[in-house]
């Protein structure tokens, strides 16, 4: 049995005389225990299919499901099965972190002891600090509070809108370590980001765009569906450099990525040799070329355009 | 059950955790009272007074220097003409103007009977009634030296007049205005506020992910300032007899329990607020404009509702405080039973049920 | 200018009570320059930022920015820099221009010179005919590009970007990266934190903040080679995992 079933959502919003489409037809399902990634920058529509799977927004046309039931008509079943951790972490900045627990454990009909053992793990790192107000916590500690309160019920499907975002790259490393170990437990994870590189640490992905989907595969799927084959391209004069590649006719697409611009060509032929043709008429030193396998933020440029 | 006494619990230690807010809540009535028991109440000393002697003779001369010595009043006008009075108590230079008839002398010692008429400006009720009160005292002292030496008795029949505001209403109208404020202030405002609240820290979402039932939501949110409230007619209670002795006339039971209705008013108008409004900043603005301000101004209590204009009288009958305070003076201040005011506490109780049912039917389950 | 070091900061100390936000930092950035400024939650980088801005008085050590110091001169400074971050940058209920104009007359452009810039930033940006567009509706890689354009409008020495592309599409990314490259070879000085790792290759000189103190400062090239890994990810991950401090 499939744990979320999307099928051609529709949500707009107005404001005004402006409608913004949020969904434009969406369609995805997610299996039992899977991590299944929401992947697209900010304004995507991440936000809104989060609120109309959890029963927060009704969207204007389309169903889904979530553990079986519809999000529309069993809309109280849903809320007893699922956890949901919102954008914005949203933790009592007054009251103390046990006392946020204890608070979200009391609404889901059950206490902090009961379903300990789930918690253990994420909890011991922050129940030094049980008796400090939830708002005096890092980006870090909020993040692991909000994923017990989110937890403390133990939830079938867990939905996670942008955990990692605004916290640091230790905190997100030791968060997917953390969604990791609960998938172990069985639970599905729904989780969004803003984060390309964090679609690899998911079983499956879709890249979310302007509200549509552009693909949905697992990591290693949507790499195997770039079209081209992509060049790894640096030198001295990295600026230069780009405008020069981006000036070719030949060129697909050149886009900085770290210390390298990675380059695809539109005609599949040209090759190596291309590059170093371009590169003969600057003034270039320390030249590097490689050919290599792009990763999801590639595809998701790739499938941009 | 459980889920629902700890929302209490919560909500409490919000109220508790906002040591500003729970101090300005608490000390609100309390310096509200004392600022219109004590600070507002004119100090009747030196009050300007004028005098229209018709008569001129030795009694009323007596009278007039009796009262003119006082340290209550000071003569500052001698009036030829009634028009004289009017004109005077327009420019605003006096307070009270005393007339004595023709013939006053001839009255008090033929006839064994005088009169003396008192005009006193009643906008302002309070000093007035206490302007009248001391000036009849004074001529009851003369009356009686003049019995002392006499088998029949003189009698000086003092007829006073209230200009502006001839039934007085407007006495100890604020304590029951005061407290229709701070309910209103108390429950209203601040229950929109924390509702609003949740939902700009984000919380809400989670509450209402969560099996907890909306109505529950409701009623946890509002009952801690349900608490706060009754503290705080406790204190204007109080106050009120033992600081400024107005009494609580009638029943002290049905006054408690128009006000417990009239709280739960104000909480269903909060949360009817809090529904509509997205900010905390729109939802104290909402509150203020929709509910401090007709409160302030058509429950009675600053100025009499008789004397507004026909569509302003119309406005106040959907302003809730107003049924409160006629209630609250009925009980309070004229010791009257229920018997007396069911129809405005069924007006009351309709408008709550309205209100409550609106503003629950319309909390949203979702965003 | 006869000095090409356009901030300097040596022993820079904040203390809040007991607690050392920054620890001691000492550092200089150069003209035209591209300063990453890394570090973990509550390691000290917005702190060290509020100071360098002239917001918030260093408990000890010195500093310049532009030139100017930082205990005396702030109004000096802040006719001199720029700032721009991802929680705040433009106002989403005025129109496009409607913000040049604000932020060009906070920096005492004349008019003319606002109507100048918006019709050339307008070019730049691919908005033309957008001026009257509330700020609101557009999408968040415009709006982070336009509110870089408006932090530089008044030429200033040093910009100061906090985390300016949080959130924001791969292609707008990189978009704005390059417009952040095209002011630095204007002689605009560049200070800028971020949460992505490529991002920071990307700079000139990356400075790594670990509970208060910078912990490293090179080139990515040379912190690379340094801590022996090839990317700046885990050159990051393994300073910041030395970290003590917990909270904020």
């Known amino acids: 049995m499939k744990t979320i079933t999307v099928e051609q959502l529709v949500k707009n919003y107005q404001n005004g005389k402006v409608v913004t489409n949020a969904l434009k037809g969406i369609s995805f399902s997610v299996d039992q225990g899977e991590i299944f990634g929401v992947i697209g920058p900010d304004g995507a529509g991440k936000t809104s299919l989060f609120r109309i799977l959890t029963t927060l927004l009704e969207a204007d046309s389309g169903t889904a499901t979530v553990d079986g039931f519809d999000v529309v008509k069993d809309f109280k079943k849903i809320r007893n099965c699922v956890g949901y951790m919102p954008g914005r972490f949203s933790l009592y900045p007054d009251l103390t972190v046990q006392e946020n627990l204890e608070f979200f454990a009391s609404i889901f009909n059950t206490s902090i002891e009961e379903n300990y053992d789930l918690i253990k793990e994420i909890y011991q790192q922050i129940e030094p600090f049980k008796n400090r107000r939830a708002g005096q916590l890092s980006g870090g500690m909020k993040q692991k509070l909000a994923l017990s309160c989110a937890l403390i019920h133990k939830p079938t499907v867990l939905f996670l809108d942008e955990p990692t975002t605004g916290v640091d790259a230790v905190s997100r490393k030791e968060f997917w370590e953390m969604l990791h170990r609960l998938k172990i437990q069985g639970i599905t994870i729904l989780v969004s980001t803003a984060y390309m590189d964090e679609a690899t640490l998911c079983d499956r992905v879709a890249l979310i765009q302007n509200g549509q989907l552009l693909s949905v595969n697992t990591p290693k799927g949507i790499i195997s569906e770039y079209p081209n084959s992509l060049w790894a391209i640096r030198a001295n004069e990295m600026y230069a450099l780009l405008h020069a590649i981006k000036a070719d006719p030949d060129i697909e697409s050149c886009y900085p990525f770290g210390q390298y611009h990675h380059v695809a060509f539109k005609n599949p032929e040209s090759n190596q040799k291309k590059l170093e043709q371009i590169i003969q008429n600057g003034k270039y030193t320390d030249v590097e070329i490689k050919t290599i396998t792009p990763n999801i933020e590639d595809c998701f440029m790739a499938l941009m355009n | ?367 | 200018m006869e000095n090409n070091q356009v901030i300097t900061a040596k022993d820079l100390t904040k203390k809040f009570g007991d607690f050392v936000a920054v620890d001691h930092i000492s550092f200089e950035v150069e003209k035209g320059e591209i300063f990453g400024f890394l570090g973990a939650n509550g390691a000290g980088k917005t702190t060290a930022m509020r100071m360098l801005c002239g917001l918030s008085l260093p408990t000890s050590g010195v500093a310049t920015v532009a030139g100017f110091d930082i205990y005396k001169q702030t109004e000096m400074i802040k006719k001199r820099i720029g700032y721009m971050s991802q929680k705040f940058s433009l106002y989403e209920d005025l129109t496009v221009f409607e913000n040049i104009r604000f932020y060009g007359g906070i920096y005492g452009l004349r008019d003319e010179q606002i109507r100048q810039k918006t019709a050339s930033l307008m070019k730049q940006l691919h908005l033309e005919g957008e001026e009257k567009t509330m700020v609101r509706s557009l999408p968040l890689g415009w709006k982070q590009k336009l509110a870089f354009s408006i932090a530089i409008v008044h030429d200033p020495a040093i910009v100061f970007l906090d985390e300016p592309t949080g959130g924001v599409d791969p292609v707008a990314r990189r978009e704005f990266w390059s417009m952040i490259y095209d002011a630095s070879e204007r002689g605009i000085t560049i200070f800028v934190t971020t949460h992505y790792m490529d991002e920071a290759e990307y700079c000139d000189r990356v400075s790594i903040m670990v509970d208060g103190r910078i912990d490293a400062l090179d080139s990515p090239a040379n912190l690379m080679k340094n801590y022996g890994v090839n990317s700046m990810d885990e050159v990051f991950l393994q300073l910041a995992r030395k970290a003590v401090r917990t909270a904020e």
């Open chain 2, 1 to 367: 059950m459980k889920q629902f006494l700890i929302f209490i619990k919560k909500e409490w230690l919000h109220i508790w955790r906002d040591r500003r807010t729970l101090f300005i809540l608490i000390w609100m009535p309390i310096v509200q009272i004392l600022l219109y028991g004590f600070a507002l109440t004119n100090e009747v000393k030196n009050s300007k007074i004028a005098i229209f002697d018709q008569a001129k003779d030795d009694a009323s001369r007596a009278v007039s220097n009796r009262i003119a010595a006082s340290r209550y009043f000071s003569l500052v006008k001698n009036l030829h003409t009634y028009k004289d009075i009017d004109a005077t108590f327009k420019q605003g230079k006096i307070r009270m103007a005393i007339v004595f008839p023709a013939g006053f002398r001839n009255d008090l010692l033929h006839a064994n009977h005088a009169q003396i008429q008192l005009i006193a400006d009643a906008s302002d009720p309070n000093t007035a009634n206490t302007l009248a009160n001391y000036a009849t005292a004074i001529i009851n002292d003369y009356q009686q030296e003049l019995n002392q030496h006499q088998d029949l008795p003189y009698t000086i029949q003092v007829q006073v007049r209230m200009l502006y505001n001839p039934e007085l209403k407007g006495a100890y109208n604020f304590v029951p205005g005061v407290m229709a404020l701070v309910l209103m202030l108390v429950c209203a405002m601040m229950t929109s506020i924390s509702i609003v609240k949740e939902k700009e820290i984000g919380t809400m979402e989670v509450i209402l992910v969560s099996p907890l039932k909306p109505f529950r939501i409701i009623i946890a949110k509002t009952i801690p300032y349900l608490l706060v409230s009754l503290l705080n007619i406790a204190s204007i209670l109080l106050l009120s007899v033992y600081a400024l002795g107005v009494p609580i006339v009638g029943s002290l039971t049905l006054l408690l329990a128009e006000s417990i209705l009239f709280t739960i008013t104000s909480l269903s108008v909060g949360i009817l607020i809090s529904n509509t409004a997205k900010t905390q900043q729109t939802a104290m603005f909402t509150s203020m404009m929709s509910l401090f301000l007709p409160t302030l101004l058509f429950s009675g209590f600053l100025f009499p509702v008789e004397n507004m204009p026909a569509p302003l009288q119309v406005i106040s009958n959907i302003v809730p405080a107003r049924w409160y305070f006629i209630i609250v003076k009925a009980v309070m201040i004229k010791g009257l039973g229920f018997a007396s005011i069911w129809k405005e506490t069924t007006i009351l109780l309709g408008m709550t049920v309205a209100l409550l049912g609106v503003s629950i039917y319309q909390f949203k389950t979702r965003l």
